[in-house]
């Protein structure tokens, strides 16, 4: 019962924000740097739209892409909102590279198909194995064609770690094109997440509608209201959402705070809570399970196969980082990844870093950045 009101709760929570207007191209171009905005579609018909800083007027022309992926309930908006000191795609056109803003199924720059309407239901049935196995793979290969280069360097925070992964489980030909990587707080392993509020909602998962995450549409209005009028109501729907992702921090940027808690909430697949529900259940870094009956139909197997992370294996070994205090992903866990796949493993020691400082914290610069974008200056290719 208590599980109930508190998803609820959580349904209940977007209804009480204005959705900010805000968007990448205005982002980038207020603060006088050139921006471009370019728009695919996948195989299976989802049509996103992406953006492109493809130089700094105080960076070179270094020529090289960086290519970013945001992480859950995001989009590309997420890695401008601090500015030019300190949001990475500014720092990496600065540093001569050719930057590009992925943008994954559902969120606001990828709401639309070519024949599924988002109103209906049968647009939400997609979990971040789709993200990874068409989305990625179909944004690579247009940044790739566009700017005629053979191979990018690949930025994912989170949720973006988790569709790279999958991309390369699915599809090892695309190792070819990734040069350097790093993912910071990649999500695979999760079953020892630390957050209550985010393992209490995995644990009640299977009362959780189908369909997109817009809380607001998920139960009547005045119902909404009505529970988050209460005290205890109040408190939980302002920032329940934010804290779930792992937004309560002493590093993040208070100036932003507000924003994000608007940001963070726009829609996106339940499916993406479920599947990690999933994994963090069982253990496994399995594809979407279905059902017994519906497993079978799809996978020949009444249980989802693992995802072969064996494949994961770019011509550079996967740089990623972790701390102690993520809410979402343990530094254990971080390790059972970085072993499985053979990744060069920073741990890093800051106190209190949680899982939206990577993108949001005043000092993400010292913390993460200044290391990351070394790694990716210093990447030589090979002689052929
Ligand atoms: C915090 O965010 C504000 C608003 O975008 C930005 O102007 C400021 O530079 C940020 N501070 C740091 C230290 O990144
Ligand atoms: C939703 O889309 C599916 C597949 O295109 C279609 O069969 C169904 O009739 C649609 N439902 C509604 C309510 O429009
Ligand atoms: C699904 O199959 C597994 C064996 O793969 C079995 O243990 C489980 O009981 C089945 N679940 C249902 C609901 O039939």
Redesign the pocket.
């Known amino acids: 019962m208590i599980s109930r009101v508190v998803l609820l709760l959580l349904l209940a929570a977007g209804s009480l924000v204005d959705f900010a207007t805000s968007n990448s191209l205005s982002l980038v171009g207020m603060h006088n740097y050139p921006v471009e905005q370019h728009r695919l579609t996948t195989r299976d018909g989802y049509v996103l739209t992406i953006f492109r800083i493809p130089y700094s007027q105080r960076g070179g022309g270094r020529k090289q892409v960086v290519f970013l992926q945001h992480g859950i309930t995001g989009s590309s908006d997420d890695w401008l909102l601090s500015g030019p000191n300190s949001g990475l795609p500014f720092l990496l056109a600065d540093a001569g590279f050719d930057v590009w803003l992925g943008n994954s199924r559902g969120n606001e720059n990828g709401r639309a198909h070519k ?3 988002p ?5 939400w049935k997609f979990s971040w194995h789709e993200i990874g196995a068409y989305d990625l793979p179909a944004q690579i290969d247009y940044v790739l064609r566009k700017t005629e280069q053979a191979a990018l360097h690949f930025v994912g925070h989170s949720q973006g770690g988790t569709a790279y992964l999958v991309m390369l489980a699915e599809h090892p030909k695309y190792n070819e094109k990734i040069m350097t990587t790093n993912l910071l707080a990649p999500l695979a392993f999760c079953s020892n997440m630390e957050s209550k509020l985010m393992t209490l909602v995995l644990k009640v998962n299977d009362y959780m509608v189908e369909g997109e995450y817009t809380p607001g549409s998920l139960t009547q209005h005045t119902l909404s209201e009505v529970v988050c009028s209460t005290m205890i109501g109040k408190h939980l729907c302002q920032d329940m959402l934010f804290t779930l992702i792992g937004g309560k921090s002493t590093h993040i940027n208070r100036t932003l705070i507000p924003q994000l808690e608007n940001k963070e909430s726009s829609g996106f697949s339940n499916r993406l809570l479920k599947h990690y529900a999933q994994v963090f259940k069982t253990g496994r870094f399995a594809k979407y399970d279905h059902g017994n009956a519906t497993n079978l139909r799809v996978y020949g197997t009444s249980r989802p196969p693992l995802y072969e992370l064996s494949n994961v294996a770019p011509e550079e070994r996967v740089e990623m980082f972790y701390t102690d205090n993520d809410q979402l992903l343990s530094a254990e866990d971080a390790q059972t990844l970085g072993q499985r796949i053979a990744a060069t493993q920073h741990h890093v020691t800051v106190r209190n870093w949680n899982h939206l400082d990577y993108v949001y914290a005043t000092d993400v610069v010292q913390v993460i950045y200044r290391q990351l974008i070394q790694s990716i200056r210093d990447y030589k290719a090979s002689p052929i």
């Open positions: 024949r599924l309407d109103k209906n239901d049968t647009f």
